[in-house]
């Protein structure tokens, strides 16, 4: 693990963390990380809670809620495993790695969060803090005036529009086993063309059809 290590700023006094921290529920569910996904997820939330809360001393709650929820999100995490090696690293049953497991968002994702836990347990808040700091300065530095999600926004434009109702999502396809679904959505817009979106998974799926139909009308 020592090229790990020196990726994420921090040696392991015990390394038994590290190793829970990247094993998947399908490798092993009773030593898994999802209880480390648990713990991590709140570590994360607390250490960017503070750092926005210094770097924004004039931004209301709602707006410091909007920026949190964007940088603690499933694709920001995912985006800072994958920037940190943590997907070569990964324990996975070999049904989920030749399924294509380590670029699966949730998995990269959960991971982080289970790391960033295994950081606070064997180095206190300095371990986690540094590993954020670090993964995180794109994420921060990018911060743009409009973070909402896809669905969210697209929502809104639909509610905003004179009699406007909110977007409808159906399902068109499911395809692949059980351990590597692939779900396709449709979403429908009162006066547009229906745009379609695919994923992992049905959420993955609406946020791609919401992402290709705000692209559609020019608002993204």
Known sequence: MTDLENRL?????????????????????????????????????????????????????????????????????????????????LILASSEAGSGGRQKAAILAGACEAVIAALYLDGGFAAARGFIERYWKDAFTTLGADLRDPKTALQEWAQARKGGSPPQYRLVKREGPDHAPRFEIEVSVSGEEPALGAGASKREAEQAAAKAMLKRLGLA
């Open 9 to 89: 700023g921090h040696r392991f006094a015990d390394p038994a963390f590290l190793t829970r921290a990247l094993t998947h529920a399908s490798a092993s569910e009773r030593k898994s990380n999802e209880r480390l996904e648990f713990l991590g997820d709140r570590v994360l939330g607390l250490i960017v809670a503070e750092k926005l809360y210094a770097a924004y001393p004039d931004d209301p709650e709602g707006v410091l809620a909007v920026k949190l929820n964007a940088l603690v999100r499933r694709e920001t995490c995912a985006a800072a495993a994958e920037a940190a090696g943590i997907a070569n690293h």
